[in-house]
């Protein structure tokens, strides 16, 4: 990248909420693999007449994750109509919210690599509903656009930020922490793949103002004034992959442009992974008007200070509180706090093993070390594990490790010695012989029952009768 | 007693006491809508083999011993309201096949309580218009003067109660729909509080002003209807968790006490015909002789509701007019007719980037100050009596070379919509043969007091009794 230019990037991130129904109406939220269709009604269809009636668990999820992220929640926010022609858009206009917001002005501090932290500006977070969508098939050998309106309806929040992101990375970080938040309070799978969380970033150039080892901490107005005439708005990025690929192609363009002497043009474009290239969608001139209005079908919301108060103790502890306290009470270093904590059922687990670490092994205490390193190098399985069987294992491990081999040995020895028509069995051939053996070594010994069976195998193997 | 113009509660006692059947006097509906619907064009789609099915239904309930509020009752419903199974056009071509996959909540609810729908009427497409002439269908006639407007825009409801088609018929009121039709046709129309009926299933023209009542012959059967359609609906968060009272016990008792206000703003103004002013003066005389106290009051922002109304109410059209796109159902948008795309011009620029706050916004300013203009006349008085409308029924094709004039039909009516107040379109009279009708407008949800004013006055004058010649 020449050295000139720095990017400057704003995301609007949407999150699909996990509630059971719909944002609007009674229809199953879930549609992911559902036959076309097949979860629809008046409502979401957008039938003449149909009325929108809000969920209020959604409602309450986008306040939490307003919350989360540091947001106040204004007394009063309300829907709005914003309006464009699309065929998956069943009414014309997409319920969403415009000047009122149900979450403004939050921060979340992102780490950088090398130890530092930035704060992210989170302009907004507010509620709107999914759109249907389009299939594009071949039916009896005509090309044919097919619309699916099971996901019409679905409850989304969206997230923007301000434009803080020097770089391709800082998005990165974001994005991951972001998801984690929001797998943390339960709201959304937040999975790129499926669709659950989708990212459209936008982009533009700037001179370098500000040496490049240095972020601003805080952006101040002076950075705002800096921002660039111009910004490309990225659509149709599907994973995280591609929203890297998009952005730095977006860099090595818009860069190109401007060291030619010239200025990116203000437009929409969209990723195309089979060209590996952006593509413009949109023109500036081209830009909707959304022609905004009050929701007139839906009351404003009005909240009060305790029913605020009551969603935010409904917000579980956050990774970063996590982290800091599986630092600090159990000892795990920041990397293994880190990988612990990535998911809160797994944070969960990693807490019960230590609970259980501590009864079951009351002579010999299995660490909160041992668990981390069990948990994040032999990809225990934590659904199938049970944390008390996980502690069984690696008590079991570190006695194994605890024996010597020649203590394996001699104890072997003792029972050969002491079982000589057993050893003389197995020797004709008599299978069942061993395990009486290997009975009685483990009788005497506490070691791995791999090793010990090897070890019989070949001291009986150099027996002779 | 003429049985083509029985009130639902002369039919409901004949009913229960056996002497009719609910298939006789559907099939006496039916009858006449065939008889006389050729020349008054009340109805888009005639549904006889349901309503005579749900006629016989409702004669084995009655046989069972089973009541109900409207059982055996027939009735027609303003094609705006979704009926499932039968085409709902909203008086407009372009969803001239719609059929819908579900009922109105107060479809569901009038067939829960037993009435017998003969079908569905006559509009000014999406509830556009005064006169009933912006139907893409036929325009309705008014039965009193087959050359003349029924109002609008629930044109046919009027029109068919009117001519004894049915015993009570459906609307909605966004401006006037519901009380400028009672009005022409010597009609009780409601109004209802915004928020008192539900609007689910009611393809709706300006939401936040779209209110959902009924045409009657008298102030009693009006209040009987109201008992079964009012009430909070989960399928519509701007309805109101207020109770329903009984209003047919309300609908008696003196007007000794009541105080009624006479906005100066709705009297001597231009346009207004002499002769419906003496109407309406009568009628003032009638109140106060039946003990009601009569002032005049002032409702200062009257002259900028008319061009409130226009933004906002043509705003809120556009947007609902959005999802007739041609895509999933009924025809292209080229298919509107001309006031529907009018007002959808109107609302797309009001809407639009860089005007939004010179229209949509400085009209919402202008609504609160007329709604506060109303909570405070309220503060001084129960009721305000005003003129349905500046004239009787207009001939048909008067207005129509001039949108503007036929805006202005509603002048006396739309304030209420602005502020969300229930109001009452009682016959007030005739004037050279035409009927004259004035409305009582109060407070939200103070429909118990508007009937109780209305019946009483009904009582007094009995215009009901008045029927269209020739029908």
Not at chain 1, 287 to 314: G, H, K, T
Not at chain 2, 310 to 322: D, F, G, R
Request: hydrophobic share 35%.
């Amino acid at each position: 990248m020449d050295q000139q230019f720095e990017p400057v990037i704003g995301l609007e991130v949407h999150v699909e909420l996990a509630t059971r129904s719909k944002m609007f109406c009674g229809c199953s939220a879930d549609y992911f693999g559902h036959k076309p269709n097949t979860d629809c009604c008046p409502v979401c269809l957008g039938l003449p007449g149909a009325l929108p009636v809000p969920n209020r668990k959604a409602v309450e999820w986008c306040i939490m994750l307003g919350l989360a992220l540091g947001c106040s929640i204004p007394e009063v926010s309300k829907f709005d109509r914003k309006h464009y022609f699309y065929p998956d858009l069943p009414k014309g206009y997409q319920i969403s919210q415009y000047d009122q917001p149900l979450c403004i002005g939050g921060l979340l501090s992102i780490a950088l690599p090398g130890g530092s932290a930035k704060p992210i500006r989170i302009r907004r977070v507010h509620m709107e509903e999914d759109t249907g969508k389009l299939l594009h098939e071949t039916v009896d050998g005509r090309h044919v656009s097919l619309i699916d309106f099971n996901r019409s309806g679905v409850p989304l929040v969206e997230i923007v930020t301000e434009p803080d992101f020097c770089s391709v990375d800082e998005v990165d970080i974001y994005l991951k922490k972001l998801q984690e938040i929001v797998r943390y309070l339960g709201i959304s799978n937040a999975d790129m793949e499926k669709g659950s969380m989708r990212l459209e970033p936008s982009i533009s150039m700037r001179k370098s103002q500000i040496p490049m080892t240095k972020s601003p901490k805080n952006p101040t107005s002076q950075d705002l004034k800096a921002l660039p005439p111009y910004r490309v708005e990225l659509k149709n990025i599907n994973s995280f992959r591609f929203g890297r690929k998009a952005l730095e192609y977006e860099i090595a363009r818009q860069t190109e442009v401007l060291v030619r002497g010239e200025e990116p043009v203000q437009e929409t474009r969209g990723w195309n992974e089979g060209k590996n290239m952006t593509v413009p969608q949109r023109h500036k001139e081209e830009a909707n008007d959304y022609r905004y209005f009050p929701e007139p079908d839906i009351p404003p919301m009005q909240w009060r200070r305790s029913q605020i108060s009551v969603l935010r103790s409904r917000i579980p502890e956050l990774p970063d509180a996590k982290r800091s306290r599986f630092t600090k009470d159990y000892g795990l270093n920041a990397a293994d706090a880190v990988r612990i904590t990535e998911r809160r059922q797994r944070a969960d687990y990693f807490e019960e093993a230590v609970r259980v670490g501590r009864t079951l092994g009351a002579k010999a205490p299995v660490t909160p070390k041992q668990i981390a390193n069990w948990l994040i190098n032999r990809g225990i399985d934590t659904e199938t594990v049970l944390p008390a069987e996980l502690v069984k294992r690696i008590m079991e491990a570190s006695e194994a490790v605890t024996v010597s081999d020649d203590d394996v040995d001699a104890a072997i020895q003792k029972a050969i010695t002491d079982n000589p028509k057993a050893a003389a069995d197995y020797k004709n051939g008599k299978e069942a012989s061993l395990m009486f053996l290997m009975g009685q070594v483990r009788k005497q010994i506490a070691a791995d029952p791999k090793l010990i069976l090897t070890r019989l195998k070949e001291l009986l193997a150099n027996y002779s009768l | 007693m003429d049985t083509a113009y029985m009130t639902i509660e002369e039919a409901r006692q004949k009913l229960r006491a056996r002497t009719i059947s609910s298939r006789e006097l559907t099939g006496m509906c039916l009858a006449r809508i065939r008889r006389y619907d050729g020349s008054l064009h009340a109805f888009l789609t005639v549904t006889e083999d349901e309503a005579l099915s749900a006629a016989d239904e409702a004669d084995r309930r009655i046989a069972g011993g089973l009541d109900g509020p409207l059982l055996g009752i027939p009735v027609a419903l303003k094609d705006l309201f979704t009926t499932k199974g039968i085409r709902t056009t909203a008086g407009s071509r372009i969803i001239g096949s719609y059929v819908p996959p579900f009922d109105a909540t107060v479809v569901y609810k009038l067939k829960e309580a037993g009435a017998v729908i003969v079908g569905k009427t006559n509009e000014d497409a999406w509830g556009h218009g005064s006169s009933g002439e912006n139907t893409d269908y036929e325009p309705t006639r008014n039965p009193y003067d087959t050359g003349r407007v029924p109002g609008g825009s629930s044109s046919g409801s009027a029109a068919a109660v009117a001519s004894g088609m049915c015993l009570m018929a459906t609307g909605t009121d966004t401006g006037s729909s519901v009380r400028l039709p009672a009005a022409y046709c010597n009609l009780v129309g409601l109004k209802p509080t915004y928020g008192r009926v539900s609007r689910y299933g009611i393809i709706p023209m300006a939401s936040s002003f779209d209110t959902i009542g009924h045409i009657t012959r008298t102030v009693r059967d009006n209040a009987m209807v109201l008992g079964v359609t009012a009430g909070h609906d989960p399928y519509d968060a701007t309805t109101a968790d207020v109770a329903v009272p009984a209003y047919v016990p309300k609908t008696t008792g003196t007007l000794k006490g009541v105080t009624i206000g006479l906005p100066k703003e709705y009297y001597g103004v231009e346009g207004m015909d002499p002769d419906v002013a003496k109407t309406i003066e009568d009628a003032v005389l009638v109140f106060k002789k039946l003990g009601a106290a009569v002032r005049q009051v002032s409702l200062p922002h009257t002259g900028a509701a008319m061009a409130c109304y226009y933004i906002l109410v043509p705003s809120e059209i556009s947007s609902n007019l959005a999802r007739f796109d041609g895509v999933r159902f009924g025809l292209g948008r080229d298919t509107f007719g001309p006031e529907a795309k009018r007002r959808i011009m109107l609302g797309t620029h009001t809407l639009s980037a860089g005007y939004y706050d010179a229209y949509y916004r400085k009209a919402s300013k202008v609504r609160t100050l007329i709604r506060k203009d109303f909570a405070d006349v309220f503060g001084t008085v129960d009721a305000l009596l005003v003129p349905s409308s500046p004239t009787p029924p207009f001939r048909i094709g008067e207005k129509t070379a001039d949108p503007l004039t036929m805006y202005l039909s509603d002048i006396f009516l739309c304030p209420m919509n602005i502020a969300g107040v229930p109001s009452l379109s009682v016959p007030a009279g005739f004037t050279r043969g035409l009927p004259v009708g004035m409305q009582l407008a109060g407070p939200q949800f103070s429909e118990p007091l508007l009937y109780k004013i209305g019946a009483a006055f009904e009582k007094e004058t009995a215009y009901y009794n008045v029927h269209p010649e020739g029908f």
